[in-house]
């Protein structure tokens, strides 16, 4: 049991909070019971757990990690909640190639975490194979994005710091349609939507979009209509339609 908030490893823990930490060692923290069941689950190269020791009755943890139990001033110092539940772990950085592409999410310098956080979890829901992200984006680490994706982040594969000139250019030699999402683009409700065999789409930042080099390699372009008085849609909220309307609709 550690009960001293300045205890050094707890200290070096609570850095991760940090990117520039999380950077350096290639570790990041994620919180509540439903979020380290996922990563159990889902096979993450979880390093160690913190937790007060009441959460051992919620949670089953296999014997090949190693356990720290801490009390509330010491979860508290590692937390990045107001009101954690009790639990933090040190998960390891992978990357993971996805097994299969025929459907992949672009995204180009989304700066808000819980907006990419929710994309990459409607993402999985609506059957995308992997997120592509640019060097850009907010950080996929990030307390609020790791949050927002609802354990998402542990089912599809998310590629950071990409370079999207090169990325694109390679989807479209590899026959790919490269659907981008633009104000000037196709009413998405004009015509009968048809997936393509192989689909990459293409979302930009929040406030000024996708970057003008980046269009060059798009095959089509597309829009939502607004037919109210909002001036635009929440990105997170358009992905959702677009990736649902592009989504294996037999």
Do not use: W
Not at 10 to 33: A, F, M, P
Not at 66 to 75: A, D, F, G, R
Not at 89 to 104: F, G, H, T
């Amino acid at each position: 049991m550690i009960n001293s908030r300045n205890n050094l490893e707890i200290i070096e823990v609570s850095k991760l909070k940090q990117k520039k930490h999380r950077d350096l060692t290639g570790n990041y923290l994620i919180e509540g019971i439903k979020l380290v069941k996922e990563a159990l689950n889902n096979n993450a190269d979880i390093l160690k757990i913190y937790l007060i020791p009441s959460i051992l009755k919620k949670i089953e943890i296999p014997a090949s990690i190693k356990i720290v139990e801490v009390n509330e001033k010491v979860l508290n110092k590692i937390s990045s909640q107001k009101n954690p539940e009790g639990i933090v772990a040190v998960v390891k950085k992978n990357d993971v190639l996805p097994n299969r592409s025929s459907k992949i999410l672009v995204l180009d310098n989304i700066q808000n975490p819980g907006n990419l956080g929710t994309i990459i979890r409607t993402a999985d829901a609506a059957g995308f194979d992997s997120v592509y992200c640019s060097s850009n984006c907010v950080d996929l680490y990030n307390d609020k994005t790791i949050r927002a994706t609802m354990g998402s982040l542990f089912h599809i594969p998310v590629l950071i710091n990409q370079d999207l000139s090169i990325v694109l250019k390679d989807l479209k030699n590899k026959s790919f349609e490269v659907i981008a999402t633009v104000l000037d683009g196709e009413d998405l409700y004009l015509n009968r939507v048809i997936v393509p065999e192989k689909l990459a789409l293409l979302f930009g930042n929040e406030s000024h979009g996708i970057r003008n080099d980046l269009l060059d390699y798009c095959t089509k372009k597309i829009k939502l209509p607004i037919f109210g008085k909002a001036e635009s849609l929440n990105v997170s909220v358009a992905a959702g339609i677009f990736m649902y309307a592009y989504s294996d609709q037999k």
